[in-house]
C-alpha cells in the first residue's frame, strides 16, 4: 500500500494574520467558502496543499486524534493527512495492530469551483492515553493526479514550492517514530543532531518522497519552546523550490523556505 502527503490542515485563530503572512513572502493564496459554509485559506505547493481554517470551522475539529483543550494564547493545531489507495485495507491493518480508530467515514471537499470531491477518511486512536500525534488517513475519490490537478489549476497555476518535510516536536522520539512507523509500515532511515534547533531528529520517508521528522530537544531552542507552549506538535514545514530562504513563523508553525 503506498503512503503520502494528501494535505495538512492548520487550525488558526485569524485568517487575515495567515493571507498577511502569506503576502508578505510573495506568496499566492486563495481565501473561499467551502462546503461547510466555512472559510478557509489555502496555500497550493507543487506536490500537496496546506489548508488553514479556524477552531470553528475545522472540518476535523470533533474527529481529530488526540486533540487536548486549546491552551489560553495558543495560536494552533496542526493535524496530517496520509492519502492511501485502499482505505478500508489500512482500516483491517490497524485493526490487527490493535489500534482503536473512527471511520472509514464519507467526507466532502468543495473546490473554489464548486465541484465537489468525495473522500473516506479514518481517523486511529491510542487505546492508552498519549500525547503523540497520528496522522489521519484519506482516500480519495478517482485517482490522486486528477485531484492534484483540480487544485493546483485552481488555487495557483504557478506554484513552485514544493513540500519536502513535516517536522513534529514530541517529548519522547523513539516512540512517537516507533508509533509513526507502524501505522505507516515504514522504518526510520536516519538520525542525527539538528544543531539550529538544539534537537536529536529521527525520519521516516514516505512514497512521494516527502518526509516525516520527529524531533526531542537536546537544549534550548525552537523544540524545546514548542512542547513547552503546546505539547507534542508540528511545528515546522520544509518548502523547497524557494527564490530565497528564510524561516516564517505563521500562526505557530515554523514555514522553512529554501
Not at 489549476?153 to 513540500?163: F, G, K
Not at 513547552?228 to 508540528?234: A, F, K, Q, T, Y
Request: hydrophobic share 40%.
Amino acid at each position: 500500500m503506498n503512503f503520502a502527503v494528501d494535505h495538512i490542515v492548520q487550525e488558526v485563530d485569524d485568517l487575515q494574520q495567515v493571507s498577511r503572512a502569506f503576502d508578505a513572502l510573495d506568496i499566492r493564496t486563495v481565501v473561499f467558502q467551502n462546503d461547510r459554509s466555512a472559510m478557509a485559506v489555502l496555500h497550493q505547493c507543487t506536490n500537496t496543499y496546506v489548508e488553514y481554517c479556524t477552531p470553528f470551522t475545522n472540518p476535523w475539529r470533533t474527529l481529530a486524534p488526540h486533540r487536548t483543550a486549546r491552551k489560553e494564547g495558543e495560536p494552533s493545531r496542526t493535524w496530517v493527512a496520509i492519502r492511501v489507495d485502499d482505505i478500508h485495507a489500512c482500516a483491517a491493518s490497524l485493526w490487527e495492530q490493535g489500534y482503536m480508530m473512527e471511520g472509514p467515514r464519507y467526507q466532502s471537499v468543495q473546490l473554489p469551483t464548486g465541484e465537489v470531491v468525495e473522500s473516506l477518511v479514518l481517523i486511529p486512536r491510542i487505546k492508552s492515553p498519549s500525547g503523540i500525534p497520528l496522522p489521519i488517513f484519506i482516500e480519495r475519490g478517482g485517482t490522486e493526479i486528477s485531484y492534484m490537478q483540480k487544485h493546483h489549476s485552481v488555487i495557483s497555476p504557478d506554484a513552485i514550492l514544493n513540500l519536502r518535510s513535516i517536522a513534529i516536536a514530541t517529548r519522547d522520539v523513539s516512540a512517537a517514530a516507533e508509533t509513526w512507523a507502524t501505522l505507516l509500515r515504514r522504518r526510520p532511515t536516519e538520525c542525527w543532531i539538528q544543531t539550529d534547533i538544539s534537537a536529536y531528529c529521527v525520519r521516516i520517508p514516505l512514497d512521494d518522497n516527502i518526509y516525516i521528522i520527529f524531533c526531542s530537544p537536546v537544549g534550548e531552542g525552537l523544540v524545546a519552546r514548542t512542547l513547552r507552549e503546546h505539547g507534542d506538535h508540528v511545528f515546522l514545514l520544509n518548502f523547497t523550490g524557494s527564490h530565497y530562504q528564510v524561516d516564517s513563523s505563521i500562526c505557530g508553525t515554523v514555514h522553512r523556505m529554501m
